[in-house]
C-alpha cells in the first residue's frame, strides 16, 4: 500500500510498480475538479519516486472513467469562470501534459467503461491493455457535441481516419476486442487475467534500461510530426543524449557484452543490466580508492614538506 493519502484517487505500490487509480466508483470514476487536481499531484509525487519504476493507470470498481463528471465539471462551474479555468487546467495537465511526459513507461489498464474525455489519458499512456469485456465510447454525438478538449485530435492520431470518424460520428460503444483490432489497444485479455497480464508487461518493461525506455518513448512520439530532416537531427541529438545521462553505459555495456563476453544477442536478447550495474559499480569504487591513496600521497609530501 502507498503512504499517499486522497479523496478521489487511491495509490497502491507494490513489486515496482506504481497503481493510479481512479476511485469514485458509485460515479463510474467520472473526473470532477477535485480528482484533476489530486491526479496532477499524484502524478508528481510518482515521478518523484524511487520505488516505482512502471506507472499504471486503472479505475476502480467496474469503469475505467465514464469522462468528465457533468454537474461538478461542467454545471457546477459555469457561472464561475475562475473556478472553471482552474479545474480546465488542471484536466489538461494530467491526462495529457504530465502523462505524455512522465518519466518511467506507462500503461492504461482499462477496466471497464472508458467514454470521452477519458480517451485522453488513455491515447496519453505509453501502453493500454483492455479487459475484453471494457466498454469504449465517443457518446458526445449523442448529446449535440463534439469530442472536445483535444480528445478528437487524440483519437485521429491513434487510430486511423476511417476508424476515428465512424465512432466519433455514430457514438456506437465498443469492447476491448474491437479496441485491439482497431489498434486503440496494445492487446485485449478476459476480465479476470487483466491485473496479471498488466503486471506482467510492467515486469518486462522493467528488464529495459529505465534511460534507454525514457528517451525511445519521446523519440517515438516526437519523430511522428517531423519531416525526414527534423526527425534525423532530432534523434541524432537524442541519441546524444541518451549517452551522456546512462548511469550504466548502455551502449558500451552492450558491445562489450555482445562482443567480448558473447552472453546475449541483441535481437534475441538483452544485455545484463544487474551485471552492467556492478560493473560501474567496482569501477568507481576503484576510482575513489585511488583517489583517496593519491590524497593521502600528497598529504604525506606535504607533511614532510614543513
Partial sequence: ??????????????????????????????????????????????????????????????????????????????????????????????????????????????????????????????????????????????????????????????????DALYYAVTGDPFDGRTAEKIRLVNYSVPANKLRSETVKLAKKLMTKSPNAMRYTKEAIRSVRRMNEPEAADYLNAKSVACKATDPIPGRDEGIRQFLDEKSYRPGLGQLDLKKAAARVKSASGQKTSAGKKAAAKKAKKTARKR
Avoid at 469485456?133 to 480528445?151: C, D, K, M, R, Y
Fill in 1 to 162: 500500500m502507498s503512504e499517499y493519502k486522497f479523496n478521489n484517487i487511491k495509490i497502491e505500490k507494490g513489486q515496482g510498480i506504481g497503481w493510479l487509480i481512479l476511485n469514485r466508483p458509485e460515479k463510474r470514476n467520472a473526473m470532477s475538479p477535485e480528482l484533476h487536481m489530486e491526479c496532477a499531484d499524484a502524478l508528481d509525487l510518482l515521478a518523484d519516486d524511487d520505488d516505482v519504476k512502471v506507472l499504471v493507470l486503472t479505475g476502480s470498481g467496474k469503469a475505467f472513467s465514464a469522462g468528465q463528471d457533468l454537474a461538478l465539471y461542467f454545471r457546477a462551474n459555469q457561472d464561475n469562470p475562475k473556478t472553471r479555468a482552474k479545474a480546465r487546467a488542471a484536466s489538461s495537465s494530467w491526462r495529457w501534459h504530465k502523462l505524455v511526459n512522465f518519466p518511467k513507461p506507462t500503461i492504461a489498464a482499462v477496466n471497464g467503461f472508458c467514454f470521452g474525455g477519458a480517451f485522453t489519458q488513455l491515447c496519453a499512456c505509453d501502453f493500454a491493455i483492455a479487459a475484453n469485456n471494457a466498454t469504449f465510447g465517443l457518446s458526445e454525438v449523442n448529446w449535440g457535441i463534439i469530442p472536445g478538449g483535444i480528445v478528437s485530435w487524440n483519437v485521429a492520431d491513434v487510430l486511423s481516419y476511417r
